[in-house]
């Protein structure tokens, strides 16, 4: 069984900040890359940011380079994202994914067949 839970989602106005959680219990998350995803009202589901089995790789959208910081604490099979300046078009609800292999190939982080497990999502609003 693989449990992926994620966390810390909320509301905040516009230039605030929020750090949402995304926890796996059990040996699968030390040995797979990871990844957040996002998916706004009407919008398709997208990719936010992902991090390599070890932390030493990480990618991120251009729509939230400099504003976001993805990373993970294997001790606490916990990985996290850190959002600063938040934007309203931020807003969504945003799903942790974990990944088929340790790190993707080519350098695809964005293909979401390539995650294995996915979790429920947790929402991010961001007021104007």
């Known amino acids: 069984q693989v449990q992926v839970i994620e966390s810390g989602g909320g509301s905040v106005q516009a230039g605030g900040s929020l750090r949402v959680s995304c926890t796996v219990p059990?040996?699968?998350?030390?040995?797979?890359?990871m990844a957040w995803f996002r998916q706004a009202p009407g919008k398709e589901r997208e990719f936010v940011a992902g991090?390599?089995?070890?932390?030493?790789?990480?990618d991120y959208a251009d729509s939230v380079k400099g504003r976001f910081t993805i990373s993970r604490d294997n001790a606490k099979n916990t990985m996290y994202l850190q959002m600063n300046s938040l934007k309203p078009e931020d807003t969504a609800v945003f799903y942790c994914?974990?990944?088929?292999?340790?790190?993707?190939?080519?350098?695809?982080?964005?293909?979401?067949?390539?995650?294995?497990?996915w979790g429920q999502g947790t929402q991010v609003t961001v007021s104007p």
């Open positions: 994914a974990v990944h088929k292999n340790v790190i993707p190939y080519y350098e695809i982080w964005d293909r979401q067949d390539d995650y294995e497990y």
């Open positions: 059990g040996r699968t998350f030390r040995s797979r890359a």
């Open positions: 991090i390599s089995w070890s932390g030493g790789s990480t």
